[in-house]
């Protein structure tokens, strides 16, 4: 199929016709350019919004303690609800398939300081098990273990920024240091870079809950529990999130409706949403963009009826010669394939090329970033390319294939 | 070479059905050099149509070099023209973006032989026609008499055992007409049979035998 000799013949039909040419392909690299710049800022948007879930497992629940708002079993609303370890306890033994679980205490902002330098930072004790649910990065040492829990250790896993104003100087190595967390002292055992971009996030201090439990609060509150669902799906995972409230209702006394008692954050639920939000839109563009692309298929159908028009007398001396119709309907298809196929991947080009300029020039917002089409989009584009060309060439190469030669040679 | 039997054709147009060929019956032996003869509308181009597969007939039998040639299908009957027949038409028919050496090389390509292989043996037919220095050349710059001798050596190159030439010299002046039937009468004499559709006397009569075709039945057959 691909010998010289057809690329010739299409060459020379091609630079007889110009204009002719460059119209129909026009058409369809417009229609392709449009497609993959619509594709890649639709690929934006998702960037945009996945950027806004980051630091954090994609899969995980959280359970903040609240105050109730419905009357329950003859208590009345506005009742604080307070969580210990014995929910903590509670949960993880009760549901299954959760593989990762941790309570906090939130301390809020506290003095901390090493030496001379002073900081107000935010404490977040914890379990070992949320550096994976919160997917924190360490950068130096290692996060909490079930040791420093079991031990009540003072130690303290701090964020890249906190090292960063408590560390200056001459004094940069913070690994083995005691700071000072509202007048005790904890030794750094890591450092930390939160994936989120929220700046915030990287001025916390992990530290143990127990430790924290027996130091700051005396005894044993917890104000968030979350876990990960692990391998569940996304009804597994509604459903342990809803035994989750039926044993924290009958632990706690509260209506399992009421929203306010306890709130849960399901984020694979929120994942989900946008996940089908996305492929929502997708759909939506690629249905534009293959309808732009019909228009230019069409364009090109159109010329190829006028190629097989006039080449008629040809078609028929190549029959009397011995051309089978297959040959024939082989000449035809690749001349449209081939027009499609270079117009568009031209378009292809100059779109790429635009979404990586805007890419690069552009400032990422914070519901839009990085605009681009992957290797995925091209591919299916060159595929739609292909099957537009076959499917434009087809009825044109089908009338060829039925010249009768002796019509196309009858001399007028 | 060639036998035909009580052939009958007729064009369906609209409403009406216009009987062109009322039973021909034709035997042309291997080498012969026949003319057909005959005014516009006789049948004589049908006819020619039915010997070269470009066309099918209502009843009747045809055989080509002992092939029964009835109701093939398009690509047997394309690959039958590609190796028994060789066409010469009055307009030339020469491709236009292709050079004299592919314009000759063009059934080789349909036999699936290789690019340089045809090439050289196009080369060799051209230089058989005398036309070795405008190989490279394309249709439009060649004269009428360079024309036909392209066409005359695509015809030949796929080794056919018979050549149809409808009106060879029709587009020809008289000078270039007779150096042509020269050339037709030399590849007879190589044993290709030919025939030659054509109202000119005196071209018909350089050939064995002349056909007279008036309203779709032979009327005559002259040997000259």
């Not at chain 1, 499917?391 to 044109?396: E, H, L, N, R, Y």
């Not at chain 2, 005398?130 to 005359?152: F, M, V």
């Not at chain 2, 054509?198 to 009569?205: K, N």
């Amino acid at each position: 199929m691909f010998e010289i000799d057809k690329w010739q013949e299409i060459l020379s039909t091609v630079k007889k016709n110009r204009l002719r040419t460059f119209l129909t392909g026009f058409s369809v690299a417009w229609g392709i350019f449009m497609l993959v710049v619509l594709l890649g800022s639709g690929k934006g948007l998702e960037n945009g919004v996945a950027e806004q879930f980051r630091g954090g497992a994609t899969n995980g629940v959280w359970i903040t303690s609240g105050v109730t708002s419905m009357k329950y079993k003859g208590l009345k609303t506005g009742r604080p609800i307070q969580f210990t370890n014995e929910d903590y306890n509670s949960l993880n033994t009760t549901i299954r398939g959760h593989d990762h679980i941790s309570s906090r205490l939130f301390l809020g902002n506290n003095l901390v300081s090493y030496k001379n330098q002073y900081g107000s930072f935010f404490i977040s004790p914890c379990h070992p098990d949320y550096g994976y649910i919160k997917e924190i990065e360490l950068i130096r040492g290692r996060f909490l273990n079930n040791i420093d829990i079991h031990d009540f250790r003072k130690v303290a896993v701090i964020g890249e920024k906190v090292k960063a104003s408590l560390f200056k100087g001459a004094d940069t190595v913070a690994m083995g240091k005691y700071i000072t967390i509202n007048g005790v002292l904890f030794k750094v055992v890591g450092i930390f870079r939160d994936f989120s971009r929220n700046d915030n996030e990287q001025k916390r201090i992990y530290i143990p809950i127990s430790s924290a439990q027996r130091i700051f609060n005396g005894n044993n509150i917890v104000q968030q529990i979350s876990y990960t669902t692990g391998t569940a799906t996304p009804d597994q995972a509604n459903a342990m999130v809803e035994n989750t409230k039926s044993l924290l209702s009958r632990r706690h006394t509260f209506d399992v409706k009421d929203q306010r008692a306890v709130e849960v954050w399901n984020k694979s639920e929120d994942v989900r949403r946008f996940s089908a939000l996305f492929a929502g839109i997708r759909l939506f563009i690629w249905i534009i963009g293959i309808g732009t692309i019909i228009a230019g298929v069409v364009g090109v159908s159109n010329i190829m009826m006028i190629v097989v028009k006039e080449r008629t007398k040809e078609i028929g001396v190549r029959k009397a010669l011995g051309a089978s119709p297959g040959s024939i309907i082989g000449l035809i298809l690749q001349e449209a394939i081939a027009i499609t196929g270079f117009s568009g991947y031209i378009g292809l080009v100059l779109g790429i090329g635009l979404l990586e300029l805007v890419s690069s020039k552009m400032p990422s917002t914070e519901f839009f970033r990085n605009p681009e089409a992957d290797f995925s989009i091209a591919i299916g584009a060159t595929v739609l390319l292909i099957v537009a060309g076959a499917i434009a060439g087809f009825v044109p190469a089908m009338k060829a294939a039925k010249v009768r030669p002796v019509d196309a040679l009858r001399d007028e | 070479m060639i036998n035909i039997k009580n052939i009958h054709k007729s064009y369906v147009m609209g409403q009406s059905r216009l009987h062109v060929l009322k039973g021909i019956d034709l035997e042309i032996k291997s080498g012969e050099m026949i003319s057909v003869m005959g005014a516009s509308g006789s049948g004589k181009s049908t006819l020619l149509n039915i010997l070269g597969i470009l066309d099918n007939y209502d009843t009747g039998e045809y055989s080509l070099d002992g092939t029964p040639i009835r109701k093939l299908n398009e690509r047997k009957a394309a690959a039958l023209r590609n190796h028994l027949l060789g066409f010469v038409f009055q307009s030339f028919n020469l491709i236009s973006f292709k050079n004299a050496m592919e314009n000759v090389a063009l059934p080789l390509y349909y036999q699936k032989v290789s690019r340089k292989k045809r090439n050289i043996i196009a080369m060799e037919y051209l230089e058989r026609m005398g036309l070795k220095e405008w190989a490279h050349h394309l249709p439009n710059e060649l004269s009428g008499g360079q024309k036909q001798r392209i066409a005359i050596a695509r015809a030949l190159i796929a080794k056919p055992k018979v050549i149809l030439a409808d009106e060879p010299t029709g587009a020809l002046d008289s000078v270039t007409s007779l150096e042509m039937m020269d050339i037709l009468q030399e590849i007879n004499r190589t044993g290709i049979t030919m025939v030659i559709v054509t109202h000119e006397h005196d071209i018909a009569a350089r050939t064995e035998k002349t056909i007279k075709i008036t309203d779709g039945i032979i009327t005559e057959i002259i040997k000259n």
